[in-house]
């Protein structure tokens, strides 16, 4: 398996349900990124990973939470989600250096597109 | 302000024929990075092309060209000999180095669409 992978690609929940997205990389990355694309909507940076830490988190509300347990793994658990959070879900993963370097690019996965009923 | 502007929310470009989408950016940081995305209608982003501030060349990955004016803070992405599979949408990306920010900012976007 290379690059990117996420799982699910297409997810329906209920609003009361408990679900969680997963996401993993194969390029030896140490950085990590969610984000949501809405119709409509510029793309929406949710939360970003440096080494398992979490290093930025743009104001998401509490229903989404974040869960890195190694620089390879990415989870972003979901709770009582509200029909306004349907949404394309991208993860992405970069180098990562804690010098932000301009070249560091960004490579995404397919992303899972959630419809909260 | 938006840091990245994309003015076409649409393009359309006949088969074989070149194609420019626009997209200029707005940063006071001496040394920055410039992506492009392609998104098909599957929804994975796909990294296209890299420029950097500094990069004295115009960058080149096949068809794809990006026409960096640093001056105008322009940095257009060109697809030459288009090719139904291009059709998408088309993303530019910055990416600053002031303080160390891991966060790039990404465009709204161009949809292009690639008439056989």
């Known amino acids: 398996e290379t690059g990117v992978t996420q799982t699910p690609r297409h997810l329906v929940m209920g609003m009361t349900n408990k679900k969680s997205l997963k996401c993993e990389q194969h390029l030896g990355h140490n950085a990590m990124y969610w984000y949501k694309q809405s119709a409509k909507k510029p793309l929406e940076l949710m939360f970003v990973?440096?080494?398992?830490?979490?290093?930025e988190n743009n104001s998401v509300p509490s229903r989404f939470s974040p869960e890195c347990p190694n620089s390879s793994h990415l989870f972003l658990h979901l709770h009582t989600l509200q029909p306004e959070d349907s949404a394309l879900y991208l993860c992405?993963?970069?180098?990562?250096?804690?010098?932000?370097?301009?070249?560091?690019?960004?490579?995404f996965g397919p992303g899972t597109r959630l419809t909260v009923l | 302000a938006q840091k990245i502007t994309q003015t076409q929310p649409g393009m359309f470009v006949q088969e074989k024929e070149a194609v420019t989408l626009d997209c200029t950016y707005d940063t006071s940081d001496p040394s920055y990075g410039l992506f492009w995305y392609k998104q098909p209608s599957s929804g994975e982003m796909i990294f296209l092309i890299y420029?950097?501030?500094?990069?004295?060349q115009n960058a080149t990955e096949g068809r794809y060209s990006l026409n960096f004016q640093k001056a105008r803070k322009s940095a257009n992405l060109v697809i030459s000999a288009s090719q139904l599979g291009d059709s998408a949408m088309y993303f530019c990306a910055m990416r600053e180095t002031t303080g160390g920010s891991y966060i790039p900012t990404f465009g709204r976007g161009t949809s292009l669409i690639v008439h056989p």
């Open positions: 990973y440096s080494l398992e830490e979490r290093v």
């Open positions: 420029q950097g501030s500094y990069d004295q």
């Open positions: 992405a993963s970069s180098h990562g250096t804690s010098g932000g370097l301009s070249t560091d690019t960004q490579y």
